[in-house]
């Protein structure tokens, strides 16, 4: 036992080893694609800016994912946290509360992701084909 100490002790790494560092790692993000996607369609995409901050006035839908009081009403049951239909203008708290409900459903079917976000009836596969023109996988 004693010897088997010894040896192991004796283990390290070598001096003089140059170690490089790349930098911080991102983890995998298996929305990405699918949350690009949804925002150029909701965001009204023109060929050259994506407007995070927009509003439709008509629908009362607002930021990148266009996101409804109703959308809200449900997060704050589900979460608790409770966001103001102008807090959705902010990319990150609109992206939480996209997040939310598309983690439900699971990053292996983003077609019942992107539906659902729509609402539901037969107008959310016009609604998925829209999404798969931006989507890159």
């Known amino acids: 036992m004693i010897l088997l100490l010894l040896v ?9 080893v140059k170690v490089v560092y790349l930098g911080k790692l ?3 993000d298996p ?17 050259e800016t994506i407007d995070s901050t927009m509003i439709n006035e008509y629908e009362q839908a607002y930021g990148f994912f ?23 203008l902010n ?3 609109a992206e939480e509360v996209f ?5 439900k459903i699971g990053a ?13 009836g037969p107008m959310t596969w016009d609604y998925w084909k829209r999404v798969q023109k931006y989507l890159v996988i």
Request: aromatic residues 12%.
């Open 108 to 120: 292996d079917d983003p077609c019942k992701i992107a539906r659902r976000w729509n609402g539901s």
């Open 99 to 103: 997040m939310h409900f598309a983690e």
């Open 66 to 88: 266009q996101i409804r009081q109703i959308r809200l009403d449900h997060y704050y049951q589900d979460t608790g946290i409770r966001y103001s239909l102008n807090d959705m």
């Open 8 to 16: 192991s002790a004796r283990v390290f790494a070598p001096s003089g």
């Open 26 to 28: 991102e983890g995998i």
């Open 91 to 93: 990319y990150k708290k």
């Open 31 to 47: 929305y990405r694609n699918l949350k690009h996607a949804i925002g150029m369609v909701e965001a009204s995409y023109d060929g």
